[in-house]
């Protein structure tokens, strides 16, 4: 769910997003793999998105984020030059240390090219001059994200098969068939690694949710903003739920994705899908009001998300214009404990344009 983030990133830096007529609408098909981990040129916008939850040595938790865009400006295409900016690579990662007590973040933009900045075809392979986000052939990914607050090395380990959300990989975001992407996870992926704090590296181990979504279309226009959660449950399930929020507060979409450990897939109508606050918090950075606790409804089961801790805005109005809140969330089902993951809540600071 990062399509008007990166619409917002291209708006920051002064660059148009008009769509040039070769790119290619989101129409169902079947995924098709090893190709689609890798870029899709022929789209308007891309990206591999991670989160999860890790454990240090002495038990502490800290929450993570490594997100890669590739978003596709009206630049014309057909322009021989090395130095037209016809796409661009943009890096978001973030940590959540209750310690800290604050979100932590860090950002990198750069065009496309010379071969400091690209996201390759045919497997995941993204880098943005000394980031980068590898796929190899067993199927495990390879991250480096470096900052002057932190850095982290990890590695993700594949535990089980994609989930691919919706249709089959083809994402529903409005009422328009049109207003859509192609979408599919990977939950409870196993990681290790470090993370880099004031030139100390402390080891950490734990479990992220992967996705990897590419689409041309925007969302509705009446869309103000989304949230949207990624849980890996204890008992080795996947949730995955979002809701699309008109200017007036409504419902302009729903889904949710339920898929247990034995991987059965339950899928949820926009219908059957509800999002309610719980408790809302106060930004003193940017006095944004967000619902950091939430209740969804999916069917006949209630969950509900509760942050690992409440400040955990990220505020890129220096470089993309976006102010939203993006954190690590422990999860009950039906008043039970049931697992960890992350919620993003965007619109709330004022309405995304486009």
Do not use: C
Request: net charge negative.
């Amino acid at each position: 769910m990062r399509l008007l983030l990166i619409l917002l990133t291209l708006i920051g830096l002064g660059i148009s997003v008009a769509a040039p007529p070769t790119l290619s609408p989101v129409t169902p098909r079947e995924l098709v793999f090893p190709e689609d981990f890798g870029a899709h040129e022929n789209f308007r916008i891309e990206w591999w998105y991670v989160t999860g939850w890790l454990e240090t040595p002495d038990q502490k938790t800290v929450g993570f984020q490594v997100t890669f865009f590739r978003p596709t400006t009206e630049y014309d295409q057909d322009n021989p030059s090395q130095f037209a900016p016809k796409r661009l690579s943009i890096g978001h990662a973030a940590i959540s240390d209750p310690a800290v007590g604050r979100l932590l973040h860090v950002e990198k933009t750069a065009r496309e090219g010379f071969g400091l900045a690209y996201a390759k075809a045919g497997n995941t392979d993204v880098k943005l001059d000394e980031w980068y986000f590898i796929r190899d052939t067993e199927g495990s990914y390879r991250t480096v994200v470096q900052g002057n607050d932190f850095s982290l090395e990890l590695r993700l380990e594949p535990s089980q098969p994609l989930m691919l959300q919706d249709q089959a990989g083809f994402s529903r975001k409005g009422p328009g068939s049109e207003q859509a992407s192609y979408y599919y996870s990977e939950p409870q992926l196993k990681v290790t690694g470090k993370i880099i704090r004031a030139g100390s590296a402390t080891e950490v181990k734990g479990t992220a949710w992967l996705d990897h979504e590419w689409s041309s279309e925007y969302l509705n226009p009446i869309a103000e903003g989304w949230d949207w959660t990624g849980i890996n449950l204890d008992d080795g399930s996947a949730l995955m739920a979002f809701q699309i929020r008109g200017k007036q507060g409504e419902k302009v979409w729903a889904y949710a994705g339920l898929r247990d450990a034995s991987g059965r897939m339950t899928i949820f109508s926009p219908e059957e899908v509800s999002f309610h606050p719980v408790r809302t918090w106060q930004s003193p950075h940017t006095g944004a009001t967000y619902p950091v606790a939430m209740r969804i409804i999916t069917g006949e089961t209630e969950w509900v998300l509760t942050p690992l801790i409440d400040d955990q805005e990220l505020d890129s109005t220096q470089s993309t214009g976006a102010v939203y809140w993006e954190g690590a969330v422990t999860l009950t089902r039906n008043g039970q404990p049931a697992g960890k993951g992350y919620l993003e809540l965007t619109g709330y600071k004022e309405a995304l344009s486009m």
